[in-house]
Structure formats: C-alpha cells, structure tokens
C-alpha cells in the first residue's frame, strides 16, 4: 500500500524542534516522513538562508504535504521550487520572532519576523505550541504593520487568526523514581541568557545562605567556556551540586525522576519543554509568573517574574515545610496533545 509523502523542514535543529521531529515520524508509521533538517547554529543565517541551503537538497518531487517549523522561510522555498506551488503547508510555530528577547550583543532587525509572517501568509495552516504563542505572534503582527506607512491589506490579522490553533509538542512523560530526593532543585535549560541563569545563579547563592540543606543538578546544554553564573555556583556551592553537565538521555531521566523542584528564571517560554518534562516526572515547578506558564501552572507555582527575593522566599518555604501537591499534566501534554496532532494528520490523509 502507498504511503502518503510528508516532508519534515526544520531550518534550526535545537532540542525541541529535535524532539518535535523524532515524536512525529515515530508516531505515525502510516505517513512516509522525509525528514530536512539544518544545524541549531548561526540563528540569523538560518532564518533567512534555509532556502539556499536547502536549494539542491530538496527534491523536485513535490510530497502530499509540507510541515515547516517557523523558522523556515516556505514562502521564499514555494518560489524557488515551483513543484511545490501547490503542496499543502502546516507551519508549526515553536517560537515566534515578535516575543523573543534580545540580548545586548544582537542587532535588531525586522527580517526574522517577515519570515514568519510571510511564512503565516503562504501556509495552509498555523500551529502554536501555547497560547501564549499564538496571541504574542498576532499582536506582534498588528504591531509591526501599525508601525508601515501605507499600502497594506486588510485586516492581516484576521487572515492569518481564521487558520491558527493551538497544537503543543507532545511530552513522552518520565516515571518519577521510588525514592524521591525532596531536597533536589533542578535546572534544565540552556545557559544563556534568555533562559536567564544569573537570576538563577543569584537566587541559589541566596538560598544558601538561608538554609542549607538542599541539592542541586545544574543540567542544560551550555557554551564550550562555562559561562560565569554557572562558574559562580560551582565554585561556591559545590558541596550542593550533586549533577552538572548535558547528560545523556538515560542519566538526564534519571536525574528528573528524583527531582524534588524544577525551577525556570526564563525572559521566553513559548511553551516550556523542560519542565513540562521535570513535572512529568514528579518534580514541583517554580517558574515566572509571565509567558505561557500562566496558562500552565496554578498561581502557588509562580513567583513575580524577575523576583530574585520571591523566588528565594518559596524555594526555602518549600524546602522548609515541605513541597505542595505534585501537579498532574499528563492528559494535557501526553493523551490530548497526542490526539491532537493525529486529529490533524488524519484530517489531511483520511
């Protein structure tokens, strides 16, 4: 029996967007997945050369249909490639340019968010990790157009809001391990500076000086040189660091399943992977009030966002008197996300 042809385009291999990738080709065996994928490096090229890159890669065969993360310029693709003038496109949005933060050293320019607007513009369907997502995009959207002279159609909003859901990745949920350390504080984000670590790394040495017996895993890819609020907890606090490093999945697990906390000092989360992952595995979040978090995790499990003091505050009250009740997001983020996207697939290969 034929298979129907899907390709895969991810112009920015980073962990989610891998994950993303490895849970749909090994969920739906029905579909022949054409997987293209480029380096989670050199972010501005990737944005704006993927099409080069991808010029002679892709094949000259247009497939029954295009799933493209936003980081993928497919209107400029479309172009290129006439075959696929009339492939089907749903373009999966796990970030958007109109709600991701700067850092000093970054020139701003308004070419990564016309990608994704004319990426919006030229696919059939738009799906959004979080809510939180999809409103920041279309208000980013509106923002940017307000700010053109003249010449627009209208209303680009509504073009774009009548095709767009929210559609999350998927957790493959962690079994938490049969003897908890309920002292354990994990961080599992990359360490740089939109994940925020020096609010991190300064809430830590403040919590030592409070209480002492606590436990941290300092996980998450980082940088070949150890950046200096990851430095700066490792010389002081190493009688505390009980894991530090990216780890192999297997030991990664493991260190997730005894976790007692999962805390988050984010500037983004679209729709915060890593403690979805922690909290699946027993773990307690302590995240920003802010971001998609607010439409995740009840209002106990969020500290004012920047609040080095309010985060110290609950982490010590927590490892004082014990932790709150475990949150369940299993049917939200395994059984009804999984769903879902099969809901979505079948729609187009039914």
Sequence with gaps: M???????????RADSHAIWAEWLTGHFSHIDWRLYELPG????WRIRGNPLSWLDTLPDEAPDLIIATSMVDIATIKGLKPCLANTPVYYYFHENQFAYPLSEKQIHSVEPQMVQLYGALAADRLYFNSQYNLTTFLDGVDKLLNRMPDALPEPIRNRLSRKSQVLPVPVDPISPAKHKSEKLIVWNHRWEYDKNP???SRAMLQLSEKISDFELALLGARPDVSPEPLRRLTDTLPRHIIANGKLQRADYEAVLARAAIVVSTSLHEFQGFSILEAVSAGAVPLVPDDLCYREQYPAHCRYPAGDC???VNRLSAWLATGLPEKIDMTDRYTTIASQA???????YFK
């Design 309 to 311: 003091d309010a985060l």
């Design 198 to 200: 020096e609010l991190f």
């Design 41 to 44: 490096r050199h972010f501005r």
């Design 341 to 347: 996207w099969a809901t979505q697939l079948d729609d």
């Design 2 to 12: 034929h298979k129907p042809v899907a390709w895969i385009l991810s112009a920015y």
